[in-house]
């Protein structure tokens, strides 16, 4: 009896070579996972980051259009941070607006291309004072 009691012992004491190799493939398949995560997670920041990086641009587009006594119809154009951007001002066909009021609403439209060719729209209206007659 000894003899079986000591083969037993010595079976039970070590893994297997079969029980390192599924534990091995267990850890591989649950890191192949992480991984997947973790790149998703890399590009849906850099998204992000493009996104904002687009209205910080447009923003500061927008704080930097003449005041309203100075604002025109018209177009303007040029580049910040690596970001090129327009703008558009043009009358904004309203009816909200009654016909002897001392204002007038104009419709600006800010556009803006990252390096990548994410575009940006941003639309906005100011009001401005009527050129009086």
Known sequence: MSRVTAR?????????LIEVLVALAVVAAALAAIGGVVAANARATRTVEARVALEQTARAVLAGLPPRRDLAAGGLDGELAGHRWRTEVRPLASDGVPA????EAKDVIVTVRGPSGATLVLETVRLTRRPTE
């Open 100 to 103: 002897g009021s001392p204002w």
């Open 8 to 16: 037993e012992r010595r079976r039970r004491r070590g893994f297997t």
